[in-house]
């Protein structure tokens, strides 16, 4: 289902053919024009493609962090289930005896 998606960031209108939900990337344009937007309300000035490198590089950065914790969630969440099949054994040979 290829179609042409109509976006715009920084003023300038894209057209974008995708075959994925048009809702996702009309809200990853959105998500880019905020970071936009943000760092132009900070006071930065700079050139397009300067502007969108930054925002690139910012949302990686944000994107890397998200991982890492749910690395660390998924991690904290192993350990838990361990110790719980762990607890589950010794209880289980403790109502053998």
């Known amino acids: 289902m290829n179609q042409i998606i109509q976006v715009t960031i920084m003023g300038r209108d894209l057209s974008i053919r995708t075959d994925?939900?048009?809702?996702?990337l009309i809200?990853?344009?959105k998500i880019v024009q905020d970071?936009?937007?943000?760092?132009?309300?900070?006071?930065m000035v700079v050139?397009?493609?300067?502007m969108l490198s930054l925002v690139a590089l910012n949302l990686a950065g944000e994107l890397?962090?998200?991982q890492e914790e749910q690395q660390g969630k998924t991690e904290t969440l192993k350990s838990s289930?361990?110790?719980?099949?762990?607890q589950s054994e010794q209880l289980e040979k403790a109502s053998l005896c």
Do not use: N, Y
């Open 35 to 43: 970071k936009v937007d943000k760092f132009r309300h900070q006071g």
């Open 64 to 66: 890397i962090q998200q």
């Open 20 to 24: 994925d939900d048009p809702k996702h």
């Open 27 to 29: 809200a990853a344009a």
């Open 47 to 50: 050139s397009s493609d300067r």
């Open 81 to 86: 289930l361990d110790t719980l099949a762990l």
